[in-house]
């Protein structure tokens, strides 16, 4: 069943819920009917909403992988270098805070992560100077 098919078909069920309330003019049957028509299109705007909703975030979804692919390169994502240098920065002074309180596990991981970065940074060096001069 598609979309316009079943919008008509929930239009024509709401017309009669209301048509056939109306006709019963009181009594608890007419409120009930009144009731389930409401109900109804209660649901149908929510079904709508959320439908709009998953659109919009399909669609920024599909913007941050588009984003990702444009960062990417070789399956390496590419991060700026002052990003880099204020990781080893901050690997370093976790480092010195771990070596003060004594958690020997902490400080070689960290005095590892940042050696690791500064020997990326070393060896880019020449390439982020050659394009610098370009």
Do not use: W, Y
Request: glycine residues 2%; negative net charge.
């Amino acid at each position: 069943m598609n979309t316009t098919s079943e919008t008509h078909d929930l239009e024509v069920i709401t017309r009669f819920l209301l048509r056939f309330a109306d006709l019963m003019s009181n009594g608890s049957n007419a409120d009930n009917l009144l009731r389930a028509a409401q109900l109804l299109q209660a649901h149908v705007k929510r079904a709508n909403d959320a439908e709009e909703q998953l659109r919009q975030e399909r669609s920024i979804g599909a913007d941050l992988k588009t984003q990702v692919a444009a960062l990417s390169r070789d399956g390496h994502v590419q991060i700026p270098v002052s990003i880099l240098r204020l990781s080893a920065s901050q690997f370093r002074s976790l480092a010195d805070a771990f070596e003060k309180s004594g958690n020997v596990v902490s400080l070689a991981m960290c005095s590892a992560s940042a050696a690791n970065l500064e020997r990326v940074l070393e060896a880019n060096a020449p390439q982020a100077t050659a394009h610098h001069a370009a």
